[in-house]
């Protein structure tokens, strides 16, 4: 069922870990690029499956084992149409984005990059979508190439077309920023990279939740991306890959579950997406994606999209009235956060000041240390949006960072 319009106190009730005091002072939750909290629903359909259906998969001919394997097997299909994947097996259930990205930096790093090749990722990645590929590299003897970023921080398409003529053998890049909100062109850098014939790893960590991604559309050759910052439980993420790939990757572990035959001498591995599934998997959280998913495509995507849109663009507004505010990411197309400085306050204290105040918003590098090295700054406070946060509770987080900022000059 699609609402046909937001109703924001009805979408808070079903997240009862909103509706609580901290510090005597109502919660404001605005860090929700780190996690977004969990609907009921989410909550419900984890339970239950612990409560009634609870099994391993993949292995028992009894009732329960068949029951869970096809709720987890339904589950991958939910995924696929969500991102409009070709087909189920496209989609490799991992823990989150930093699986499987070190998934593709070991598999697809074993099958494309030999010794003094190169990979591409952007000035602005996460650690997750660079620390894998630059070990990779140091094992390899090759380079790590990185697009720069200007001041606003937005990629240098110029300087990217130049990385590209070094015939790298993979690009990795992140669709939105977790820094600096900078909404990628991602659509033109596949195919940029197209054009050369490298294929295109998106870490999606960030828009999941926040945008309608269409995997064929983007032409992506993988897309990868993190249940709980989209809803879902912590503990499951996945990875998307066209098949063709996916199909001449080696596996990424090894033991039960990706195996065909094996014998001391010699083994052979399971079908995709079973080969990069080794072990017990998590299927409660799987359960629990799915839900997530429907519960996001029970809103029209657009409506949610441009109400978070507003939020950024009021925060922004509200904020920008603070002296010594200085905004970090500050490129035409942001999505879903603002982060900033305030002169002469270290982020931290900001950040311990206003938790007192019932704020609760991120401090620090955000995983991204080079980003800070760019702008010359220990960290930035970040506050990040989800389809529950209100203009209200920006209010008091505005209040909050003034009378901190007063407070520390
Ligand atoms: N990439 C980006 C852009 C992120 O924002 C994050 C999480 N902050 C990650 C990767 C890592 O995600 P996870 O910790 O869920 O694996």
């Given at each position: 069922m699609i609402l046909n319009h937001l109703d924001i106190d009805k979408i808070r009730k079903?997240?009862?870990?909103?509706?609580q005091q901290v510090y005597g002072k109502p919660l404001v939750y605005f860090d929700n690029a780190a996690t977004t909290q969990k609907p009921l629903c989410v909550i419900e359909r984890e339970r239950d499956y612990y409560l009634h259906e609870n099994c391993n998969i993949h292995?028992?001919?009894h009732y329960l084992s068949q029951m869970a394997t096809e709720a987890y097997e339904n589950a991958r299909k939910t995924v696929a149409q969500f991102i409009n994947a070709?087909?189920?097996?496209?989609i490799v259930f991992t823990r989150g984005t930093t699986e499987s990205l070190n998934l593709l930096a070991t598999s697809l790093g074993q099958l494309l990059v030999g010794e003094g090749d190169k990979v591409v990722v952007s000035a602005m990645e996460h650690h997750s979508n660079m620390v894998p590929w630059q070990q990779m590299l140091f094992r390899s003897k090759g380079e790590l190439l990185v697009i720069r970023m200007d001041k606003n921080g937005v990629l240098d398409l110029n300087h990217y077309e130049e990385l590209l003529k070094q015939k790298p053998k993979i690009v990795s890049i992140a669709?939105?920023?977790?820094?600096?909100?900078t909404v990628n062109p991602i659509k033109e850098m596949i195919a940029m990279a197209h054009k050369y014939d490298i294929p295109v790893i998106i870490d999606g960590a960030q828009s999941m939740a926040h945008q309608v991604i269409d995997v064929q559309d983007l032409d992506c050759d993988f897309y990868v991306f993190s249940g709980h910052k989209m809803y879902a439980p912590m503990g499951i993420g996945g990875l998307y890959g066209k098949m063709e790939w996916l199909e001449k990757m080696p596996p990424y572990q090894f033991g039960g579950?990706?195996?065909d035959k094996v014998s001391f001498e010699k083994t052979t591995f399971n079908k995709v997406p079973f080969k990069f599934?080794?072990?017990?998997?998590?299927v409660g959280a799987a359960l629990g994606l799915e839900t997530a998913v429907k519960f996001i495509q029970s809103f029209d995507r657009q409506e949610v999209e441009a109400y978070e849109d507003e939020l950024l663009r009021y925060a922004t507004e509200q904020l920008?009235?603070?002296?010594?505010m200085r905004f970090i990411g500050q490129a035409p197309k942001r999505n879903g956060l603002i982060s900033f400085v305030i002169d002469g306050i270290h982020p931290y204290d900001l950040g311990t000041i206003i938790d007192k105040m019932g704020v609760a918003v991120r401090t620090g590098h955000h995983c991204a240390e080079p980003v800070m090295t760019f702008f010359g700054i220990p960290g930035t406070v970040r506050a990040s949006f989800a389809m529950y946060n209100t203009k209200e509770e920006i209010d008091v987080f505005v209040k909050a960072v003034e009378r901190a900022a007063n407070m520390l000059r």
């Open positions: 079903q997240f009862p870990v909103l509706d292995r028992g001919v070709r087909q189920p097996q496209e669709h939105i920023s977790n820094t600096l909100g579950e990706m195996v599934e080794a072990g017990t998997p998590n920008s009235g603070i002296e010594g």
